[in-house]
């Protein structure tokens, strides 16, 4: 997909789009849902649950693992799985989130890792400042975790909450970068930071933190090598090569409601 139709296409204004990108690791992803499902009715019905599984294995895709769940009662939540088919993308973080914007729903769209979730109570506190039409459209939340390895809170590098239209409009992720380790988040925030009007980032550190999930996210065994991505990082940020704008390049299907 070339230039995305998203800022064509209405989004709803009630609604949030809270959404994970999901990779061969059914611990954690057990644990996004069992938070979700502990979310009270009235705040609930305000979100929208999207699951990204980029190419799991077969035994550990997404709907069956919330397949199973569903069989033990164990999941009252409706959500919505897109899987991406193969051929296996190597770290396609910027597929996967291009995928999770071009589906949502919601004006609102909060871009979820693995690893950390949206307790209930933050998901409450987020609410009364997203469904606030008099709101910035170009205002970008991040979140402070609640723990991290070197045992201090801080901000998480990925985790967002923003306008699926300002996400576009800025560029969204540029998926040159997709098949090599890194440089996903800083090009992306280089790309919001140029944007006009001015995007305004914003930590409310009255929010409630994001809960790290002790079960961990499993280390993918692909090569972590940088190079590839900091070189191409360098010269789009410098000019000397162009951002591109073409999305998607991948084939994906949608699981609704499982």
């Given at each position: 997909?070339?230039?995305?139709?998203?800022?064509?296409?209405?989004?709803?204004?009630?609604?949030?789009?809270?959404?994970?990108?999901?990779?061969?690791?059914?611990?954690?992803?057990?644990?996004?849902?069992?938070?979700?499902?502990?979310?009270?009715?009235?705040?609930?019905?305000?979100?929208?649950?999207?699951?990204?599984?980029?190419?799991?294995?077969?035994?550990?895709?997404?709907h069956n693992v919330l397949a199973q769940l569903h069989r033990l009662g164990r999941v009252p939540l409706s959500?919505?799985i897109l899987r991406v088919l193969p051929p296996k993308l190597a770290w396609n973080i910027g597929g996967g989130?291009?995928?999770?914007?071009?589906?949502?729903?919601?004006?609102?769209?909060?871009?979820?890792?693995?690893?950390?979730?949206?307790?209930?109570?933050?998901?409450?506190?987020?609410?009364?400042?997203?469904?606030?039409?008099?709101?910035?459209?170009?205002?970008?939340?991040?979140?402070?975790?609640?723990?991290?390895?070197?045992?201090?809170p801080q901000l998480h590098p990925a985790f967002a909450m923003m306008r699926r239209d300002l996400y576009w409009?800025?560029?969204?992720?540029?998926?040159?970068?997709?098949?090599?380790?890194?440089?996903?988040?800083?090009?992306?925030?280089?790309?919001?930071?140029?944007?006009?009007?001015?995007?305004?980032?914003?930590?409310?550190?009255?929010?409630?933190?994001?809960?790290?999930?002790?079960?961990?996210?499993?280390?993918?065994?692909?090569?972590?090598?940088?190079?590839?991505?900091?070189?191409?990082?360098?010269?789009?940020?410098?000019?000397?090569?162009?951002?591109?704008?073409?999305?998607?390049?991948?084939?994906?299907?949608?699981?609704?409601?499982?």
């Open positions: 997909m070339a230039k995305p139709p998203e800022l064509a296409r209405v989004c709803n204004a009630n609604l949030v789009t809270l959404g994970v990108l999901y990779y061969n690791d059914p611990a954690p992803l057990r644990l996004h849902f069992g938070i979700w499902a502990q979310y009270p009715a009235s705040v609930q019905s305000r979100f929208e649950f999207v699951v990204i599984d980029d190419g799991s294995s077969e035994h550990m895709q997404a959500l919505s989130r291009n995928l999770l914007m071009h589906r949502a729903s919601g004006c609102w769209v909060i871009i979820a890792d693995l690893d950390y979730a949206v307790p209930p109570k933050l998901a409450a506190a987020v609410l009364p400042t997203v469904l606030d039409p008099a709101i910035s459209p170009t205002r970008v939340f991040k979140f402070m975790r609640d723990w991290q390895p070197k045992g201090r409009q800025a560029g969204g992720c540029d998926e040159d970068f997709v098949g090599h380790y890194g440089w996903t988040d800083p090009h992306t925030w280089f790309r919001l930071g140029h944007h006009r009007p001015r995007v305004t980032i914003t930590v409310n550190r009255s929010w409630p933190a994001i809960h790290y999930l002790r079960a961990g996210a499993n280390r993918t065994s692909q090569s972590k090598d940088k190079e590839e991505n900091a070189n191409l990082y360098r010269r789009k940020t410098s000019g000397a090569a162009n951002w591109s704008n073409v999305y998607l390049r991948f084939k994906w299907m949608s699981i609704k409601d499982v």
